[in-house]
């Protein structure tokens, strides 16, 4: 069977536990702790009765960790991290599916693979497979990324435990500035913690000095920079860009993709379609609906279908000039922001499919 995140986690704490899962998605956080609780049904002696393969590299190893019996234990679990069925042979697949159609009642095997996103509608035969196989005899879970309200609220808590303060819009701004991720956000609250010790407080200065902007968030920002016409605002991000060693072709690739986003955002807007509504069609999921909602759509709100098509075509010209001309990489990024900026004030100037 398929369980949302919800309701899988009912059922590791009623301790109803199948004999195979298969948990994946985009948040690695939240995928290596639901393979930590289910790590938990292994009761003492641990070497006996919780194996953990951190890959798939042996199926004679896996099958014999998997049929052995629990010592002192009505259960044993055996973990594998990272599998990727599309990337096992014809051989491995089939004895993998033959392991889980007889996996013995004592035993919990567990696949748990971090940042493997799979597409229902796009997987090929072997995945299709293998998902099939274990909604037969167990559960799969796919765990989108969590929203950034939510992932602020956990830093809150993390911090709190330790005697620390952090207020939620702080955890937000934190949580926003490396891109949404419960991993990352977890990561960095722990570096403040550290940082003001036990007693201290986590601080909107504190967070801006020791915290690096996830560079998509960066990048966001100058595109609402250049819309806004604040030109000293971009051409400074660019300089904190370049000066973090961030190649010129990511820069490219992560803008492109922020005025994709606000051109997909437009065009729903214009349909009459509300952020919920568009998400699905956008390619917006978990955490992403979050930004979608509460950054994209509110940024779209005073620009017009015509100047995003140019901007994207800006984009798109300059994408190419960056993988076939010889001029400095700096140098096209620079002059692509002040297109952009020319075709904002001649937007701007003429009021035609700005607002």
Known sequence: MRLTEAKLTAEIKAARYDRVYFIYGKEPFLISMYADRLAEAA????????????????????????????VFSPLKVVTVKGFDPEKADEDLSKRLLDMIADIPETTVLVFWSPDLDIDDKKAKARTKKFLAAVEKYGTVCAIDMMKPPKVAELCVKKAAKEGIVISPDDAL????????????????????????????????DSIEKLVPRQLDAQVFDLAVQINAGKRADAFRTIDELFAQQIQAVNIMSALSGAYLDLYGAKLARSAGMSPDEAAPLLGFYGGRVWALKNKIFPAVTNLGLEYLRETVQVLFDADIEMKSSAVDNRTIIEETVTRLFMGREKQRRSNVGYR
Request: charged fraction near 25%; proline fraction near 5%.
């Open 43 to 70: 009761e003492e002696p641990l070497d006996f009765n919780l194996q953990r393969l951190d890959e798939l590299t042996d199926p004679d190893v896996l099958s014999e960790y998997v049929e052995a019996l629990p």
């Open 173 to 204: 701004y934190l949580t926003e500035r490396v891109g949404g991720g419960m991993t990352a956000a977890s990561d960095e609250t722990a570096k403040l913690m550290t940082y003001v010790g036990t007693g201290g407080t986590i601080t909107r």
